[in-house]
């Protein structure tokens, strides 16, 4: 599954939802140094490619300029494109544009140690509204702002950057969609066949750029868009799948390496990129949504949906029976509720919104459930953003590693957890499985570890995080030698940066402001609870 935010189907890891010197110069890029162990000569001419493709963009530069009135961003944000190989193993081949965004230090030119650069996850996610987060003010950024232009940008297939796309999206959010959780073997077989028609849709409507969608390539564009900055290392915020990105970026260009902070951290072992990973999932989802469970009984003075967690569940299965039988509205089944209510186990701040339409139906207000979980056909811009990410999550997953081609096994582990983990298990293996059925080749991962010149690493994560299980953060933390982990006990929403928890925020400023880290790891209570 893939990063989601409240009331959108497209889900890093993804559900149907980003640094250098402070004498800053120009430079010529060094040949980066490719993964240690042995890297297979098709990866070294990527990554030779990439040096030239770096080069280039160092020469080349960025060319600033107000952004397009349709993008939302607003002055003094200010917009650019850099230029990368469709394919670093023929850098003077075929180029892609990458959409860039930035908003300048808010100190002083002396203050200033150049640009941070971000990504939100996905994969599909686009990073090109962090700069906004200068224009609104966030405070819990105002000091790292100081020091830092702010950088976003689409990844490539995202966005404005070679976007690509697998099925037309009014089709894409149309609704009620089946129920993901089949009844009986016919109910799989419409899904299989969902999933090769989307698997084919991918390559028909986007076959040029499938092969060429992987997690490697996007942080190739990365170390290209540092060299277009102007910047000899890279300082770097990487979110969820942001985090993986990060990984590897930090395997295949150690040397490049500056500053970096990952949050929510994807497991970035080989094993489980990315079938075990979507697997390890839903475990994770079902003790977040036990957690929320919890809170809502706890709150039933406000929500009146049950006192216990059994109760509200009690609630959760007669809504989902009511809406498999009768779509509330004609557009909210089975399929479009999970898509609203998984933000509450993603996200704390989902927490309030979730519970208050779930309590207003059940006190008789159904509008408020279909206008917080149906789709707008009317929000063609949106609906073309959600079908994008969507594609972008799917074509990225599939191709960077092998998966599993038996129905067989997807049956048996999905019916396997199913057992004790129901809430998300189904619709999360409907999402992955055109991986089965994928026409272009899927590549191995890399193996992520430390190399030469990796500086220490900043890791953040809670431990009840449902997206990205806290796993994930130690696994990283293994590999990386160095790296400091702080850990948010007792908290679950995923991308903790974001939050205002002053044990985890001062730590991250001091890191970005000073490279120090922690003699030790550190475990920090956890941020305030939703109040409703």
Known sequence: MRDIRPNSRTAAL???GAL???TLMATAVAAPTASAAGARSGQDREQRGAAIAAERAAEAGIDWQDCPADWGLEKPIQCGWVSVPLDYARPHGKQIKIAVDRIGNTGT???????????????GGSGMRFPRRVVTKNAIWANAAKAYDFVGFDPRGVGHSAPISCVDPQEFVKAPKADPVPDNEADKLAQIKLAKEYADGCYERSGEMLPYMTTPNTVRDLDVIRAALGEKKLNYLGVSYGTYIGAVYGTLFPGHVRRMVVDSVVN???EKIWYEANLDQDVAFEGRWKDWQDWVAANDATFHLGTTRAAVQAKWLELRATAKKHPIGGLVGPAELISFFQGAP??????VPVATAFSKYFAGDTQALVDAAAPDLTDTAGNITSENGNAVYTAVECADAKWPTSWRKWNADNTRLNKDYPFLTWSNAWMNLPCAYW????????????NKGLPGVLIVQSERDA??????????HKRFEGSR??????????????????CINSRVDSYLLTGKLDAEDVTCTPHATPKP
């Open 14 to 16: 993804g559900s149907a």
């Open 439 to 450: 026409s272009t080749k899927q590549q191995k991962p890399v193996e992520v570890q430390t």
């Open 20 to 22: 250098v010197a402070a």
């Open 346 to 351: 993603y996200y704390d701040s989902s927490w």
């Open 485 to 502: 982990l702080i850990t948010e006990k007792n908290a679950g929403s995923h991308g903790v940066t974001g939050l205002v928890n002053p």
């Open 109 to 123: 030119p002396q203050e200033r140690q150049g640009a941070l650069v971000y990504n939100p996850g996905g994969p």
């Open 467 to 476: 997206a990205t299980p806290y796993d994930g953060a130690v696994s990283l």
């Open 268 to 270: 970035p072992s080989r």
